[in-house]
């Protein structure tokens, strides 16, 4: 049914200025589409849709993860642009720095300016 169709991650922001500002200019992502009810971010052949909304920042899991070659590289390039880094003591196998490994999955998790959990994981 959905398996060969592109998803797309939809993110609660308070500050349209902001999230334009960190997805655009911090993340690298090109802005598509954008309307009243919210803008699209084009990331490969998906996305993100960020939209204003009184509930931004309250969803406690990972809302959004890229899959990405190298995960150490990705995040000091980010950290250079000023992200900051989760750092969860409960998961499983080690930290090395800013990122977790579990098995030969390694993983790094970061916010977006209302709280948002985004993550960066080796493609699986």
């Not at 969860?88 to 948002?116: C, Q, T």
């Amino acid at each position: 049914m959905l398996g060969s169709n592109n998803v797309c991650a939809c993110l609660a922001v308070k500050d349209m200025d902001a999230a334009a500002k960190f997805y655009g200019e911090t993340l690298g992502l090109e802005k598509g589409m954008e309307m009243p009810g919210g803008t699209f971010f084009k990331s490969g052949n998906s996305g993100v849709f960020v939209y204003p909304s009184q509930y931004a920042g309250t969803n406690k899991a990972t809302a959004a993860s890229w899959m990405v070659d190298d995960v150490e590289a990705e995040a000091k390039a980010l950290k250079d642009k000023g992200v900051s880094f989760e750092q969860y003591d409960d998961l499983p196998g080690k930290r090395e720095g800013d990122v977790h490994i579990i098995g030969d999955m390694k993983s790094a998790w970061f916010k977006d300016p209302d709280g948002n959990i985004l993550n960066l994981v080796n493609g699986m």
